[in-house]
Nanobody, 120 residues
Framework: QVQLVESGGGLVQAGGSLRLSCAASGSILRLETMGWYRQAPGKQRELVATLTGSSITNYADSVKGRFTISRDNAENTVLLQMNSLKPEDTAVYYC??????????????WGQGTQVTVSS
């Protein structure tokens, strides 16, 4: 079983910055793609950014140039640096990790979510 614990959310004014962190633990053999998704009230969950084990990134158009995803493979951690935040970035942010567990079975796990609120 793989667990993800997120941290770093909070309240910030428009134009400010926040950094989200997500640490994976448990029966992990190999982490592959890690990423961040968000869900605003009344909306579907959407991709924010992903980072593969080969360091290939993918960003939503709405966050390109403002958000940066990175990972620390030694710590099984993925980070999301969010700059120039806008009120429309307000959402619950979820971490997702995909990989192989110690039995070589594929897994896809989600974190519990962390609230990001951007005031105008």
């Amino acid at each position: 079983q793989v667990q993800l614990v997120e941290s770093g959310g909070g309240l910030v004014q428009a134009g400010g910055s926040l950094r989200l962190s997500c640490a994976a633990s448990g029966s992990i053999l190999r982490l592959e793609t890690m990423g961040w998704y968000r869900q605003a009230p009344g909306k579907q969950r959407e991709l924010v950014a992903t980072l593969t084990g080969s360091s290939i990134t993918n960003y939503a158009d709405s966050v390109k140039g403002r958000f940066t995803i990175s990972r620390d493979n030694a710590e099984n951690t993925v980070l999301l640096q969010m700059n120039s935040l806008k009120p429309e970035d307000t959402a619950v942010y979820y971490c997702k990790a995909e990989g192989r567990d110690i039995t070589w079975r594929p897994f896809a796990s989600w974190g519990q979510g962390t609230q990001v609120t951007v005031s105008s």
